[in-house]
Antibody, heavy 116, light 109 residues
Framework: QVHLEESGGGLVKPGGSLRLSCAAS????????MSWIRQAPGKGLEWVAY????????HYADSVTGRFTISRDNAKNSLDLQMDTLRVDDTAIYYC?????????WGQGTLVIVSS | EIVMTQSPATLSVSPGERVTLSCRAS??????LVWYQQKPGQAPRLLIY???TRATGVPARFSGSGSGTEFILTISSLQSEDFAVYYC???????????FGQGTKVDFK
């Protein structure tokens, strides 16, 4: 069955960088649009970034545009999120999910804490 | 950006009760509306897409309705495993952002 597993979270200082990864299995990864969504502690959900099946189309939330980069490697069934110039308000659980609009399958998330 | 507003913020109910959750969009999203369920410590789970289509494996007690700016998620007879937070999300915008409501928490009366 579909399995998504995020990794790469941790504690980072403001202004620092972190790279998240999402390993996909149980489905044909290259057939699926992918997204990153985040959830600040005790808060609601925020869509962060989207990438098309081939990777030629990418879109970002205004809050992360210019700082985050989404990418994928269909040969490795992997989705990444490069996060630069991190801010305290980027602290959240980051989820990867399949789908374009409708987010069908979700990973369990990885926690990113931005703090000095 | 389309703003999604859910009401109420919290709903206290007893098992067996009928539950109605509301989601309103700041402009028409046609039927491009999804509902998710999230339990503590878990990732969200897709319940309903295209406003009224149940996702695979979702019990029939969950139903969605609405179009345009007004949407409803109904749980016909609440079960103990249904206590959770429910989010709506629109995906009519292209390009994104796809925006979520702030969530409705269904808890035990």
């Amino acid at each position: 069955q579909v399995h998504l597993e995020e990794s790469g979270g941790g504690l980072v200082k403001p202004g620092g960088s972190l790279r998240l990864s999402c390993a996909a299995s149980g489905f044909t990864f290259s057939d699926h649009f992918m997204s990153w969504i985040r959830q600040a502690p005790g808060k609601g959900l925020e869509w962060v970034a989207y990438i098309s099946r081939s990777g030629d189309s990418r879109h970002y939330a205004d809050s992360v545009t210019g700082r985050f980069t989404i990418s994928r490697d269909n040969a490795k069934n992997s989705l990444d999120l490069q996060m630069d110039t991190l801010r305290v308000d980027d602290t959240a659980i980051y989820y990867c999910a399949t789908g374009e609009g409708t987010l069908t399958h979700w990973g369990q998330g990885t926690l990113v804490i931005v703090s000095s | 950006e389309i703003v999604m507003t859910q009401s109420p913020a919290t709903l206290s109910v007893s098992p067996g009760e009928r539950v109605t959750l509301s989601c309103r969009a700041s402009q028409s999203v046609k039927r491009s509306l999804v509902w998710y369920q999230q339990k503590p410590g878990q990732a969200p789970r897709l319940l309903i897409y295209d406003a009224s289509t149940r996702a695979t494996g979702v019990p029939a007690r969950f139903s969605g309705s609405g179009s345009g700016t007004e949407f409803i998620l109904t749980i016909s007879s609440l079960q103990s495993e249904d206590f959770a937070v429910y989010y709506c999300q629109q995906y009519n915008s292209w390009p994104p952002p796809w925006t979520f409501g702030q969530g409705t928490k269904v808890d035990f009366k």
